[in-house]
């Protein structure tokens, strides 16, 4: 299957935590967590629709300036995600610098701020830029079963870890995956254009077979289009497979209760995304500063089922040494014990 997501890291195993997922259809990208991301240039950074950050230590979260500093002057509108406490700490972020000349703008740039709380409750706020970043009050909202977005191809999943703070970890999955025969589209004489990507949508919605669907495309200025039933296509142009699911998993203490939940959220993920902090003989240290060892992120991918694994946030101290973390996950992931 060809891909529409491409997730990497954006500092490689040792650096802050921070993984960029492109849209490879779409002007757009979504990050989770915001470590320093001085590696991404201005245009890959302007992509993003929706940040998802798991906590707020500074390894973590000091990416915000130069989100801010990029997305200042522009019109966009950038959805920001986090743990209780979240709200006052973008608040204080923005309120440190001086914003006088703001309202003078010809362009509105707002933050979206969602701080998630573990009883499902979540808190909103608004943060213009044309109003200075004052707050407009905070709007409250329900999130059912940890669903905290659901668009038209894929969905974004959270859930609370232990990190002896809220640490939150996330999963994104496209709802399912179309593949567009190419060779069958040239056999009934279908030229590709933007049809495609309604075809695909309308597979997601589940667009009843006998529906007639229209297809069209330019051909020297003009408007040609087709009518065929939406079934037949189904059948003859299209192969339709389980979508890719993404997982991110950092700063999360090695117990029962996280990794039974660390095991549901990566269930059957194509790419799990998993912090593994200190190799298998600090697993004490590992316990005291509420990290995984490269051991337990192992055993985890092994029993969520994930199908690649990337570990990540190795501690500085192992520099040097990331092929010898990578393969002690790898150990753990292939014989499932700890
Ligand atoms: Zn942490
Ligand atoms: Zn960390």
């Known amino acids: 299957m060809k891909p529409q997501f491409h997730p990497t890291l954006v500092n490689g195993p040792l650096g802050d935590p ?3 997922v492109d849209f490879l259809f779409e002007r757009r990208a979504i990050l989770f967590d915001l470590g320093d991301i001085s590696a991404l240039p201005p245009r890959k950074i302007l ?10 230590h500074m390894d973590h979260f000091i990416g915000f300036d130069r989100l801010l500093r990029v997305f200042l002057g522009r019109e966009k509108k950038l959805h920001l995600f986090g743990p209780p406490g979240f709200l006052d700490q973008v608040w204080h972020r923005l309120a440190s610098y001086t914003w006088n000349l703001v309202e003078n703008y010809q362009t509105d740039f707002t ?4 701080e998630l709380h573990p009883d499902g ?11 200075g970043f004052q707050s407009d009050g905070n709007e409250v909202l329900n999130i059912a079963d940890g669903l905290l977005l659901d668009e038209e191809s894929f969905q ?9 703070i809220h640490s939150l970890a996330y999963s994104f999955e496209e709802k399912c995956h179309v593949n567009i025969m190419k060779n069958r589209l040239d056999e009934l004489g279908l030229p590709t254009g933007p049809w495609i990507s309604e075809l695909k949508k309308a597979v997601i919605r589940e667009e009843p077979g006998e529906n007639p ?6 051909d020297n200025g003009r408007i040609v289009e087709r009518w065929i039933s939406f079934g037949e296509l189904r059948s003859q142009v299209m192969h339709v497979v389980p979508g890719q699911k993404i997982v991110y998993v950092t700063d999360a203490v090695y117990s029962d ?15 799990l995304f998993i912090e593994a902090t200190f190799p298998q003989v600090e697993t004490e240290r590992a316990a005291l500063k509420c990290h995984l060892t490269t051991t337990q992120a192992g055993v985890l991918a092994h029993l969520a089922g994930a199908v690649r694994v990337v570990p990540f946030h190795f501690s500085p101290k192992y520099a040097g040494m990331e092929e010898m973390l990578e393969w ?9 014990g700890l």
């Open 121 to 131: 409750k979540a808190l909103r706020a608004r943060f213009s830029c044309q109003r």
């Open 213 to 218: 669907y229209r297809i069209w495309w330019r």
């Open 156 to 164: 974004v999943r959270f859930i609370f870890l232990d990190h002896k």
């Open 257 to 271: 209760a996280n990794a039974e939940k660390i095991v549901g959220l990566a269930r059957g993920a194509d790419y």
């Open 47 to 56: 992509r993003l629709s929706h940040v998802f950050i798991s906590h707020t």
């Open 111 to 114: 933050i979206l701020a969602t």
């Open 18 to 20: 921070a993984v960029f």
């Open 328 to 336: 002690e996950v790898k150990a753990a992931r292939s014989n499932g």
